[in-house]
């Protein structure tokens, strides 16, 4: 008959305690790390939308910053050329009253040899042939002032003159209040330029603080993301959330289907040629206003991987491939990143 002692039963115990305990621990653990997913997912899509959201409010108003700077630059060209316009207009009507002016001038210098001659006439009269002499050269003058009144087509001097005086009165009133006018519109564009350029100051400055904040909060994030992977490092990996190096190429797909021959040696070939640095099968393909880089499978290596593996394979190397373009580019060891296994994400 078996003797139970005291010692025995305390074992017992004891052996029934450790298995509530480590029943306990292991829930308190499964909670725990499903509340600080939770937490994580949360906080990543509120930084994500408020960058999202000032991105967008920048976007927004440097666009209509621009859109105001181009239709000011229109204005300022379309006063340009009617100030161009203006000008050319005065010189022609300076031209043309040079030209009446000189007209004038000749007309009045006929004026003067004829009243000359009037006089030397009634000085010589005593001489008949002087007298005939002044009569015929009277007459030239005569029929050369009929030749240049016939030329010159113009009113008599007193009119002229008048219209003259008032076409450069005019002239002058016009230039006056064009230019002013025209300075006038020039110095406002250029007090509005001032003043959106100003608000363009400002809106660097605020751009500048909302980048500083958005670095500063990754770096807050990056932080509390590597605490997070570092505790769940500590943890035993459980309820299909764990630790995933980004840009390793998945050896299950070689080890399972028709092609597995030789597949461990297969699958290190696939991982050689992904460490390769000269190798970069992307190209760059616009998607309406933005661009993305997809592979290239017309790649030389590509068309030889898609011949000599199965679908399964090939995409295993598809995805290291892009995964290795996004996290990767710069050469630094390969991320880890927070990986739920279940919903492959």
């Not at 509340?35 to 960058?51: G, Q, W």
């Not at 092609?259 to 040629?273: H, I, M, P, V, W």
Request: charge should be negative.
């Amino acid at each position: 008959m078996l003797i139970i002692t005291p010692l025995l039963i305390y074992f017992f115990i004891f052996l029934r305690e450790m298995a509530h305990m480590e029943s306990t621990s292991a829930e308190k653990t499964t909670s725990l790390k499903s509340s600080i997913l939770s937490r994580y997912d949360e906080v990543f899509h509120a930084h994500t939308s408020d960058i999202k959201r000032v991105n967008e409010k920048i976007t927004v108003d440097c666009e209509k910053f621009l859109q105001y700077y181009e239709d000011s630059c229109s204005l300022m060209d379309d006063l340009t050329r009617s100030l161009q316009q203006r000008e050319d207009e005065l010189k022609k009507k300076q031209r043309k009253l040079q030209k009446e002016k000189t007209k004038l001038e000749l007309k009045k210098r006929v004026r003067e040899r004829l009243s000359s001659c009037k006089q030397l006439i009634n000085e010589s009269c005593t001489s008949r042939k002087l007298a005939e002499d002044l009569k015929g050269e009277l007459d030239v003058l005569h029929e050369r002032r009929a030749e240049l009144e016939s030329q010159l087509k113009a009113e008599d001097y007193e009119s002229l003159e008048s219209e003259i005086i008032q076409l450069e009165t005019d002239l002058q009133v016009i230039h006056d209040d064009d230019c002013i006018d025209l300075e006038e519109k020039m110095m406002n564009l250029k007090r509005k330029l001032i003043l959106k350029d100003e608000e363009l100051q400002v809106l660097k400055q605020l751009e500048n603080s909302f980048r500083s904040a958005i670095q500063t909060k990754n770096e807050e994030l990056q932080d509390a993301r590597w605490e997070f992977i570092d505790g769940l490092k500590a943890c035993s990996f459980g309820g299909g959330i764990g630790i995933r190096r980004m840009g390793l190429v998945d050896s299950t797909p070689f080890f399972i289907g028709k092609r597995k021959e030789n597949a461990a040696k297969f699958s290190s070939l696939c991982r050689q040629l992904l460490e390769d640095p000269e190798w970069y099968p992307f190209t760059t393909i616009t998607d309406g206003s933005d661009q993305k880089e997809i592979i290239n499978e017309e790649d030389g290596k590509m068309v030889i991987l898609k011949s000599e593996c199965s679908d399964e394979q090939y995409r295993a190397v598809v995805t290291a491939l892009i995964e290795r373009n996004r996290y990767h580019k710069n050469g630094r060891d390969l991320m880890e990143e927070v990986w739920n296994y279940r919903e492959n994400r």
